[in-house]
């Protein structure tokens, strides 16, 4: 896909004057030009055209706010002083993989003051000797090359994202802390209150259940007492009878 048009796509329906980041890698330059970038792109913070078949940078349009620029695995063999001219406030710049032989061609990145972190990792300058200390050397104001400070210790992530990734998690550990406490309170209370309130249930239902048993036990011993009285009567009374039947007997 032509870089232009590619360019377009990923616009998404934004003014270029609202883009922010632009990623258009494995594209094709027509010429080996940017395409597709102007002016416009004022916003433009972060832009990566990696294997996109640049030659040169001399249409690279003035993007004022670009902070971060990847054009690695190109064909660049020269003119970086147009980055100093177009983007003069770009805090990495990622060479690596172009044509780039000489230290003399790096050297109009020294007017780049803000540059911080610079990748020439794959280009043929890393074969010169004392590479390194020659290009710290050359850019006293670059931290970081090829991912590693004047020491050989790795690049960190950047403190402030860092520094606000904590802050977040302060935060959020903060409102769990705020939220959970009484949340877990007020489950403890109601668990209390639902189990002091299934033990009264329990106790009562069986102090009824108990109670129940008793009445009917009274009920039934209730029932058989008059049934012992009522078959005693009518024993006595059979008796009495019996007792009239002989002595009319014995009268006659």
């Known amino acids: 896909m032509e870089m232009e048009k590619r360019i377009s796509l990923e616009l998404r329906n934004k003014t270029p004057a ?12 027509s010429d080996g030009e940017v395409e ?3 002016d416009d792109y004022k916003e433009l913070e972060f832009l990566s055209m990696v294997n996109v078949g640049l030659t040169s940078l001399a249409k690279l349009p003035s993007l004022p706010k ?3 620029l990847e054009i690695s695995d190109n064909m660049i063999v020269g003119g970086l002083d147009q980055l100093s001219e177009k983007c003069p406030n770009l805090t990495y710049l990622n060479l690596s993989g172009n044509k780039i032989k000489e230290l003399s061609t790096v050297k109009p990145l020294k007017n780049l003051k803000n540059l911080k972190s610079l990748d020439l990792y794959s280009c043929e300058i890393t074969t010169l000797e004392d590479y390194r200390e020659s290009v710290f050397e050359l850019l006293p104001q670059v931290n970081f090359l090829d991912g590693y400070d004047h020491e050989d210790n790795e690049v960190p992530d950047s403190e402030a994202d860092d520094d606000d990734n904590e802050g977040l998690d302060s935060d959020a550990d903060d409102d769990d802390e705020h939220t959970a406490g009484p949340t877990r309170d007020g489950d403890d209370d109601e668990d209390d209150e639902g189990s002091e309130g299934e033990e009264v249930g329990l106790s009562y239902l069986m102090k009824d259940g108990i109670q ?10 209730e029932e058989e007492e008059e049934d012992g009285v009522g078959v005693q009567g009518e024993k006595r009374k059979r008796d009495a009878e019996d007792e009239g039947d002989d002595s009319d007997g014995d009268d006659d």
């Not at 129940?212 to 011993?221: A, K, P």
């Open 212 to 221: 129940d048993e008793e009445d009917d036990d009274d009920y039934v011993e």
């Open 36 to 38: 597709g970038l102007s």
């Open 66 to 68: 670009l902070l971060k």
């Open 18 to 29: 609202e883009v922010a980041e632009l990623v258009v890698d494995n594209c094709r330059s």
